[in-house]
């Protein structure tokens, strides 16, 4: 049954359909224009810009943690630095308790003194065996003059037998006090050919026994290797501690980097060089620091981690993998805005110049401290102190053997 209000009466026209709205039709055609308008501008960007750049908020900064561990046994008697301080390198952050090691120096101080005036002995003893040789020469020699007078004149029986017997014998006594006295000196000789007081074997290795005895004792004193900030202190006055006890870190700021963990699939372009924008949650997007990659990870953290996943146990799912990228920072940004270890960072890598290399250009970095040079200097210093307390009025050079073995004495000075 149709509706009355709609029916037409017998015979009469149909009603037209209604016209489109033209505002609604130039509004969708506008919407569709800007549409357009947003895909080839976001197009031109993806190609002419946005390409070019990988980006990630998964980066920390990271630094070294430089420990200090004790090198000998002992107790603290004193602790210099404490959490959130800073240190200068060499300045002395624990100190041991000195007092055993102190004893064992001076025992060896000791025994190097008395070495090196045995030793001193040795070489004197040369000129003394020398004089004995001498001596002994003269004593063959007036032993053989009386035997060969007696022989001389024993035909006429001025000589009796048994005088000429005594004589023969003193000959041979001679002779055998000469041999013995030879002896002595080439022995003699044979510890101190070559060789000089300083340098003796015996005195070297007294030496060592002192540098190793000093060398404990200094290391009662933990100086800091690096200039930092404190962290982590854990050790108190009073605790007995063993070489290798953690007692406190050193976190040199000057130093950090960021460890940002990019996807697998940004990774491709990626080279060591690369410019790097980073912004620090800690300062805002107003400060932005530059950096460069420095290094790429040797494998991502899940295969490093301390139970690395096996996918092999028929209950797989794929997870899209990160890999460490290392960007080192700009020094004089990181002083004017110091960062922390751990702090979260956005960064920005720049990938358009992919001239560098991934594993092959990675700069090596080396690390080292020399306040622990200055212990051996002491020691050195220590050695030739007493050395020189110990030679008397004689000098290293005046006791010297000549290649004959003879002390070389000294050359009178000229006027």
Same mark, same amino acid.
């Given at each position: 049954?149709?509706?009355?209000?709609?029916?037409?009466?017998?015979?009469? !026209?149909?009603?037209?359909?209604?016209?489109?709205?033209?505002?609604?039709?130039?509004?969708?055609?506008?919407?569709? %224009?800007?549409?357009? %308008?947003?895909?080839?501008?976001?197009?031109?960007?993806?190609?002419?810009?946005?390409?070019?750049?990988?980006?990630?908020?998964?980066?920390?900064?990271?630094?070294?943690?430089?420990?200090? *561990?004790?090198?000998?046994?002992?107790?603290?008697?004193? +602790?210099?630095?404490?959490?959130?301080?800073?240190?200068?390198?060499? /300045?002395?952050?624990? +100190?041991?308790?000195?007092?055993?090691?102190?004893?064992?120096?001076?025992?060896?101080?000791?025994?190097?003194?008395?070495?090196?005036?045995?030793?001193? *002995?040795?070489?004197?003893? $040369?000129?003394?065996?020398?004089?004995?040789?001498?001596?002994?020469?003269?004593?063959?020699?007036?032993?053989? /003059?009386?035997?060969?007078?007696?022989?001389?004149?024993?035909?006429?029986?001025?000589?009796?037998?048994?005088?000429?017997?005594?004589?023969?014998?003193?000959?041979?006594?001679?002779?055998?006090?000469?041999?013995?006295?030879?002896?002595?000196?080439?022995?003699?000789?044979?510890? *101190?050919?070559?060789?000089?007081?300083?340098?003796?074997?015996?005195?070297?290795?007294?030496?060592?026994?002192?540098?190793?005895?000093?060398?404990?004792?200094?290391?009662?004193?933990?100086?800091?290797?690096?200039?930092?900030?404190?962290?982590?202190?854990?050790?108190?006055?009073?605790?007995?501690?063993?070489?290798?006890?953690?007692?406190?870190? %050193?976190?040199?700021?000057?130093?950090?980097?960021?460890?940002?963990?990019?996807?697998?699939?940004?990774?491709?372009?990626?080279?060591?060089?690369?410019?790097?924008?980073?912004?620090?949650?800690?300062?805002?997007?107003?400060?932005?620091?530059?950096?460069?990659?420095?290094?790429?990870?040797?494998?991502?953290?899940?295969?490093?981690?301390?139970?690395?996943?096996?996918?092999?146990?028929?209950?797989?799912?794929?997870?899209?993998?990160?890999?460490?990228?290392?960007?080192?920072? /700009? !020094?004089?940004?990181?002083?004017?805005?110091?960062?922390?270890?751990?702090?979260?960072?956005?960064?920005?890598?720049? +990938?358009?110049?992919?001239?560098?290399?991934?594993?092959?250009?990675? !700069?090596?970095?080396?690390?080292?401290? $020399?306040?622990?040079?200055?212990?051996?200097?002491?020691?050195?210093?220590?050695?030739?102190?007493?050395?020189?307390?110990?030679?008397?009025?004689?000098?290293?050079?005046?006791? *010297? !053997?000549?290649?004959?073995?003879?002390?070389?004495?000294?050359?009178?000075?000229?006027?």
């Amino acid at each position: 049954m149709s509706d009355p209000r709609t029916a037409s009466p017998a015979g009469a !026209p149909a009603t037209a359909a209604p016209k489109t709205n033209p505002k609604r039709k130039a509004m969708m055609t506008l919407l569709t %224009i800007v549409i357009l %308008i947003a895909a080839v501008a976001y197009a031109f960007y993806y190609f002419l810009f946005a390409r070019f750049y990988e980006s990630t908020d998964d980066a920390y900064v990271n630094g070294n943690v430089v420990q200090i *561990t004790p090198q000998v046994l002992g107790t603290v008697i004193a +602790v210099n630095a404490d959490d959130t301080q800073t240190v200068k390198a060499g /300045d002395p952050l624990v +100190v041991l308790d000195p007092a055993d090691s102190k004893v064992s120096l001076e025992q060896a101080e000791a025994n190097l003194a008395q070495t090196v005036r045995q030793v001193r *002995t040795l070489f004197v003893n $040369n000129n003394t065996y020398e004089a004995d040789v001498a001596q002994r020469q003269t004593q063959l020699s007036q032993a053989q /003059d009386d035997l060969r007078r007696r022989m001389t004149v024993a035909q006429t029986g001025a000589v009796s037998g048994e005088e000429i017997a005594h004589a023969q014998d003193a000959v041979k006594n001679a002779v055998a006090a000469l041999e013995a006295s030879q002896q002595q000196l080439a022995s003699n000789r044979a510890l *101190t050919e070559n060789t000089s007081i300083a340098r003796h074997p015996n005195v070297l290795a007294a030496a060592a026994k002192v540098r190793d005895a000093y060398l404990n004792f200094a290391r009662n004193t933990l100086p800091a290797p690096v200039s930092g900030y404190v962290a982590k202190r854990a050790v108190q006055v009073g605790q007995r501690v063993s070489p290798g006890t953690p007692l406190m870190a %050193i976190v040199p700021l000057n130093g950090v980097w960021v460890d940002a963990n990019f996807k697998e699939v940004q990774l491709k372009h990626m080279h060591v060089g690369q410019a790097v924008e980073l912004t620090a949650d800690v300062y805002g997007s107003s400060v932005i620091f530059h950096g460069k990659i420095a290094g790429f990870s040797a494998g991502t953290g899940s295969a490093f981690s301390l139970l690395p996943a096996q996918n092999a146990t028929g209950n797989w799912i794929k997870v899209v993998q990160r890999l460490p990228v290392r960007i080192a920072l /700009d !020094p004089q940004e990181l002083e004017k805005h110091p960062l922390r270890i751990g702090l979260s960072i956005n960064a920005e890598v720049n +990938v358009r110049n992919d001239s560098g290399g991934q594993l092959q250009a990675a !700069p090596n970095t080396v690390y080292q401290t $020399n306040v622990f040079e200055k212990y051996g200097d002491q020691a050195d210093a220590e050695i030739a102190r007493i050395i020189a307390a110990n030679l008397g009025e004689q000098n290293d050079a005046t006791l *010297t !053997p000549s290649r004959s073995g003879r002390v070389r004495k000294p050359a009178p000075k000229l006027m």
